[in-house]
DNA sequence: CTGAAAGCGCTTACAG
DNA sequence: CTGAAAGCGCTTACAG
């Protein structure tokens, strides 16, 4: 194509000089290229452009989708909007990509690695992701939100997971519950595990493994099912603390269907603050964080690595804060 | 890097006719070969390989973000998947961007022509949207759902838009109502005009542009405020017709507010089926369509069109159906 | 300010 | 079966 724009009178050097520094050109040339681009509709060439730039001005935003809950997940939808934000503000394009599969984990790799984007955001990863090893093997920029069990040299944000629940559950506790549960997450998201951190911390010596049951996925029913199993091991068990909003919903069914009254006989509490927990009955107590800012600040790291910063060894927790709602009765005097 | 893999005795030449063909090659040398891959960690550069092939395996998922309601909209979350099942199975990887700016259309648009991806398939866009109408000019493969307005000769899929809220609208009549009004869809959205046409087609000689209002967005409170404009100009009206379950919803708040029974006083329906349109109370009387399919059709065409088959003119529309709970009122007997 | 030339990392006929 | 060579479409020192 660069012939045809060259076909404007100058060499396709000059021309190509022109798309970049913009200097060094005359006020004539600069004009006949300008008509000459017009007239053909020329678009450089991407793959050539960075085979000899080794820049994509692209970076891949990799999400791990459990059965098709991906866009359902509104943490990680306000994530993508907060990178996509930032990154197009820099004039970089997000490249979203699902792994959906196997096949689709080394498809990815072999594309983000093969130069076509030059770094990426890895949200919602498993732990232990093979996507997440395999890119954190290499020098290959990437940041990570959460915590895939991928090693400590690979930079990441997140949302303070453990200081939340922490936190939830201590307010529990000073309302006056004493048999407290958790409706842990499932077994492969990272976050469960930080989560359920939070939880035993804030437990201290009253801290019983038989009240905590992991939850199969993130699906309501999960909850639900966790819940139950809960009551069976402890019928008076008079509070609970779930992983996530969905989950909470879940427990809040099951404890329906057991006759409990909530909050009176159990209270429940989630994490969150799905933009629907206000409209639960009754109204959700939960965990706010900022996913949003989660996103944009990965995305901002990124782009420092491409940039060549060497920001391994980086770790950044974003504040998260308790929405005391009606869920978990009145709220504790502080 | 390649050097480096010729490091293991043969020629780049051969190395690369390994990595391709796969034929013509000693045993002993493929031996070789294989070592000094692993040995190296070698990854192809695809900006390089694209260049010369002219296939990138990659294809486009362009989505207009209005807001940040993008991942909320469970329609185009089906789609999306739909689309990355199909494209994955055929060993394409589906790269996902979102535009939310002229920046970023700009941004888009010379990506996608400049062969970052072999087609495109455009999901949400708006009527007239600039990243479709720059797109369709060109040759490039592309395809969309429902209809941008930008010509016949682009290929589309689609819903049944209009047979859907037809029928819906029929169903409706026949229930007994007979002052049917329209929550339409905001103005920028394709199908916001299908479904007006298929609601208008419904009320045949009863139709009354009076009771026809648009909502500002998809957002719940855009559909109670549209609600509330129709209870304004017509204080009598006995049901509604929205554009979508989220602006169904608005519609029950502000019918609930304004003190009228549903489904008594107005019966209320919906479209989409969202994953939630069962639990709203009462639960909503809906158009369910198949927006996996359309992902996964879509996709399917785009894979054809960049093996070079020409689908100018196509347009094929998929089924949708209606689903009666009771936010309508008991279903006609039909 | 502007050409000619080399090179980015690969693939692919073309001879051997 | 395998090398040498040309070329994909661009950018970038290097001379003029």
Known sequence: VHDVAAAAGISH????????????????????????????????????????????????????????????????????????????????????????????ADRIIEIVRGGTADGAILAAMDHHDPVAVALARTAFPIVTTSDPGIGAAV?????????????????????????????????????????????????????SARRVVAAGSWHTEDGAAAMDELLRRDPRIDAVVAASDSLAVGAMEALRRAGRLIPDDVAVVGFDDAPWASQTSPPLTTVRQDAHATGARSAELVLRMAEGEDLSGHSEVLASRVVWRDSAGPAPSM
């Open 13 to 104: 050097a000059t021309v190509s000089r022109y798309l970049n520094k913009r200097a060094y050109v005359s006020a004539a040339a600069a004009a006949a290229i300008e008509t000459a681009i017009r007239e053909v509709d020329y678009i450089p060439n991407r793959a050539a452009r960075s085979l000899v730039r080794r820049r994509t001005h692209a970076v891949a935003f990799i999400v791990r989708a459990a059965g098709d809950s991906f866009f359902s997940d509104p943490t990680l939808n306000a994530m993508a909007m907060g990178a996509n934000t930032v990154l197009s503000v820099a004039d970089h394009q997000m490249l979203m990509m699902i792994v959906d599969s196997d096949r689709s």
């Open 155 to 207: 930079p990441r944000v997140d949302t303070d997971n453990v200081g939340g629940t922490r936190a939830i559950t201590e307010l529990l506790r000073a309302t006056g519950r004493t048999r407290v549960g958790e409706v842990r997450g499932p077994d492969a998201a990272p976050v469960s595990g930080l989560r359920h951190r939070g939880f035993k911390a804030a437990m201290a010596g009253e801290y």
